[in-house]
């Protein structure tokens, strides 16, 4: 079965720290990675995806992530955080063997920016 | 466009009872989801539907059941309600199901049950 790992459950960081939230998963196959916010009071939103193609992928808000199909990872990156990036953060995965719109998360993790 | 609306938002329900979620999605969108969100199981997929019919199912024990409706709308029914049924319920949805397709989440119904 599938299963993702997020191996860090809190990080706290100051404003114009860099960012790196780690993601693992397990799947033998083929496999599309994605990683979603959800801010306070708000709906989980795409941040970023990888089906195919070049693995370091760029997304919305200054973030990309960079798929390591030897190491099973998919790790999202920020090169420099604001108070606004202040949300939790989630990497699912999904696979054709399981069903394109059946996504397995992560547990999360939770970033607080400090001002 | 309008995102993925659910309804209701905030509900209480005592143990015993059942409860019904409704879940509208983007215009265009043929398959929707459902999650459950906890605090200690984090985001789980419960099943999905797309045309009317099942496609996929989770983990989920029996008493939580759904449906789609020819306009793509889609409930979902939890009956004899448990404590451990308090989460947020999510709905998703996303045009249909290939590689790399993007799932677009609706704000969820927070369930309690007392």
């Known amino acids: 079965a599938q299963s993702v790992s997020q191996h860090n459950h809190h990080v706290i960081l100051s404003e114009a720290a860099s960012l790196e939230l780690g993601c693992n998963y397990s799947?033998?196959?083929?496999?599309?990675l994605f990683w979603y916010v959800q801010y306070p009071g708000q709906h989980l939103q795409l941040l970023l995806k990888y089906f195919s193609g070049d693995p370091l992928v760029k997304g919305i808000k200054g973030f990309e992530a960079e798929f390591i199909k030897s190491k099973f990872s998919f790790n999202l990156r920020k090169p420099s955080v604001q108070w606004s990036d202040t949300a939790e953060y989630f990497c699912?995965?999904?696979?054709?063997?399981?069903?394109?719109?059946?996504?397995?998360f992560g547990a999360g993790t939770r970033l607080a920016v400090h001002p | 466009k309008a995102g993925v609306t659910q309804t209701p938002r905030y509900l209480i329900k005592t143990r015993g009872q059942q409860v019904t979620l409704s879940c509208s999605p983007i215009s265009g969108h043929r398959s929707v989801s459902w999650y459950q969100q906890t605090p200690g199981q984090g985001l789980q997929f419960l099943f999905e539907?797309?045309?009317?019919?099942?496609?996929n199912k989770g983990n989920f024990p029996g008493r939580f059941s759904g449906r789609q409706f020819s306009n793509s709308r889609s409930e979902m029914n939890v009956s004899t309600l448990e404590l451990g049924d308090s989460a947020l319920y999510l709905c998703a949805s996303s045009l249909d199901s290939v590689p790399g397709n993007t799932i677009y989440f609706g704000e969820g119904s927070w369930l309690t049950v007392v």
């Open positions: 699912a995965v999904n696979s054709g063997a399981g069903g394109y719109n059946k996504l397995i």
């Open positions: 799947y033998g196959g083929t496999v599309n």
């Open positions: 539907y797309f045309s009317e019919t099942q496609r």
